[in-house]
Each structure stands twice: as structure tokens, then as C-alpha cells.
Nanobody, 120 residues
Framework: QVHVVESGGGLVQPGGSLRLSCAASGSIYSINAMGWYRQAPGKERELVAAIINGGRTNYADSMKGRFTISGDTAKNTVYLQMNSLKPEDTAVYYC??????????????WGKGTLVTVSS
């Protein structure tokens, strides 16, 4: 079993910053990737950013330049630094961990999410 826990959400004013953290623990053989997704009310869950084993990063176009993902898949941790936040960034942010099993099967695990509210 793999546990994924996010932290760092909260209420922030437009233009402000927040840093989200995610840690994975449990039966982890290896991690392919760790990433952040978000889901706003009435919308589908969407990719924010991901970091691939080896350090390569991937961002949704609308987040480039404002959000920065960092972390270490070898240490099972990932962070998301969010700057210049806008009201439309309000959403529940979920951490996703793509775990590689010893049999080379990949399994996705999700955290319960952390709410980010951008409002004055």
C-alpha cells in the first residue's frame, strides 16, 4: 500500500504565493513520476505539472512561468511553488504518484487533495 499526503493549501490573495508539498510512503519499489493535478468546481481534473524520474519536468501551458515543480522521486517528495496566483487557480490540488512495481507494472496513487482558494 502506498500513502500520498499533500499539504500547504489555503486562502491567498490574488498575486500571492503558496507552496504545496507532497510525500509518498509505503511499499514503493521505484517511482516513475510525481505530479500535481487540480480540479476546479464544475471542471475536470487537469494536469498542473509533473516531474519525471531523472528530473525532467512537464507543465501545462497556462502554468508555465508562474508555477514551479521540484522534488526528488528518489526521496518520494514533490513540491509545487505557485506564484502570481489568480482567482481562476482556485481548485483542489491533488498529488499523483506513478509507482513502478517489482513486476514492472505501473500503478497510480492519489492523495486526498488540498484546497487552494485565491480570493480577496
Amino acid at each position: 500500500q502506498v500513502h500520498v499526503v499533500e499539504s500547504g493549501g489555503g486562502l491567498v490573495q490574488p498575486g500571492g504565493s503558496l507552496r504545496l508539498s507532497c510525500a509518498a510512503s509505503g511499499s514503493i519499489y521505484s517511482i516513475n513520476a510525481m505530479g500535481w493535478y487540480r480540479q476546479a468546481p464544475g471542471k475536470e481534473r487537469e494536469l498542473v505539472a509533473a516531474i519525471i524520474n531523472g528530473g525532467r519536468t512537464n507543465y501545462a501551458d497556462s502554468m508555465k512561468g508562474r508555477f514551479t515543480i521540484s522534488g526528488d522521486t528518489a526521496k518520494n517528495t514533490v513540491y509545487l511553488q505557485m506564484n502570481s496566483l489568480k482567482p481562476e487557480d482556485t481548485a483542489v490540488y491533488y498529488c499523483n504518484v506513478d509507482v513502478l512495481k517489482p513486476n514492472l507494472e505501473s500503478v497510480d496513487y492519489w492523495g486526498k487533495g488540498t484546497l487552494v482558494t485565491v480570493s480577496s
